[in-house]
């Protein structure tokens, strides 16, 4: 059973996610704007939190990054009329797992949740702390210590892109590959997509000049993560 925080000002849709969500055994906790928000979020401690972006007194996207601060350990789905790139990425960029535009079917949303929870359940299979030379990764916390001791955050997407190149140290995996495990049948990401993921990671690695971990580009295929 999930614990879940419904931010949603639109009462038809918040209360059809609540008896949804209620139905399949979650615990459920709505708040129509980001004054309730807050006060849930801090007394329930949710573990998931379900985002509007347009709230009566605020913006969801401020209200998600004030709650990234506080903690980390949730996972955060945007649910949004806003279909444009940009806010997609400023949305992923704070820290969310998925971005998923209205109008949608209650299903999918179960779907992208439940993916998302997969591979959180794999993640923690993981040692707590992995150390390669200067650099450390804590999965289950999502953040990466790079070179200079700096403690770096993860979005959901960055972590399991990560656990995923890890899992298969020293072998390419595919972008393909990639976007099954990680968005499975989403149409919003594409091999740039993936390309874009990479960027953060890389630069995490290069950080070591003695190449502990270090991020390949095979051709035509995808990556590999290669531990000496």
């Known amino acids: 059973m999930l614990n879940i925080l419904i931010v949603e000002d639109e009462e038809n849709l918040g ?12 615990g459920c906790f709505w708040a129509k704007d980001a004054k309730t928000a ?15 972006i347009g709230l009566p007194d605020g913006n969801g996207l401020d209200l998600a990054r ?7 350990d ?3 789905l945007f649910l949004s ?18 971005y998923i535009t209205k109008p949608f079917a209650l ?11 997969s591979s959180q359940s794999e993640i923690s299979k993981l040692p707590e702390e992995i150390n390669h030379g200067p650099l450390k990764i804590w999965f ?25 190149l890890y899992t298969k140290k020293n072998e390419a995996v595919d972008r393909e590959e990639i976007i099954e495990k990680i968005w499975g049948e ?21 950080t070591d000049s003695k190449k502990s971990l270090e991020i390949q580009s095979i051709r035509s295929i995808g990556y590999k993560l290669i531990v000496q």
């Open 15 to 26: 209360i059809t996610l609540s008896e949804y969500l209620k139905g399949l055994g979650h």
């Open 38 to 52: 807050r006060e849930l979020f801090a007394s329930q401690k949710p573990g998931v939190i379900l985002m509007d």
């Open 66 to 72: 004030e709650f990234r601060k506080i903690r980390k």
């Open 74 to 76: 949730f996972v955060l």
């Open 81 to 98: 009329a806003l279909n444009d790139p940009e806010t997609k990425v400023e949305g992923l960029e704070i820290g969310a797992d998925d």
């Open 107 to 117: 299903k999918e949303l179960i779907l992208r949740l439940n993916r998302i929870l």
């Open 140 to 164: 289950k916390r999502y953040e990466v210590q790079d070179a200079q001791g700096d403690i770096l955050s993860l979005s959901q997407k960055e972590c399991a892109i990560l656990e995923l």
């Open 186 to 206: 989403d149409k919003f990401p594409s091999n740039r997509t993936v390309d874009n993921y990479i960027v953060k990671l890389r630069k995490w690695c290069e």
